[in-house]
């Protein structure tokens, strides 16, 4: 369990960059994270995995140090992925 929320958790650090310059509300970054759920948790999976097996073998501080080096090549992947904000919808 733990490792599906630090996929999340990484996923949605990599793209708040994105959601802050595009001014999206909470509402609507959450909206967009519940519609697409999976490729949020696939986003933060290898990170995930790679800092998960580092620190079973190494000092934490390794682990640490394996995340603020992936970190940027994740906002950089983020960037290219261009969200779409989600359309506001009325009681039904």
Avoid: N
């Avoid at 490792?3 to 994105?18: A, G, K, N």
């Amino acid at each position: 369990f733990s490792f599906i929320l630090s996929c999340f958790l990484v996923s949605m650090y990599s793209f708040e960059y994105i959601f802050s310059y595009k001014t999206w509300t909470s509402k609507e970054r959450m909206s967009y994270v519940e519609r697409h759920w999976i490729y949020f948790l696939g986003f933060g999976a290898p990170c995930s995995g790679l800092c998960a097996i580092v620190a079973r073998e190494a000092p934490q501080f390794l682990d640490t140090a394996l995340f603020s080096c992936l970190f940027p090549f994740l906002i950089l992947m983020a960037i290219r992925a261009v969200p779409v904000r989600p359309k506001a919808r009325g009681l039904q």
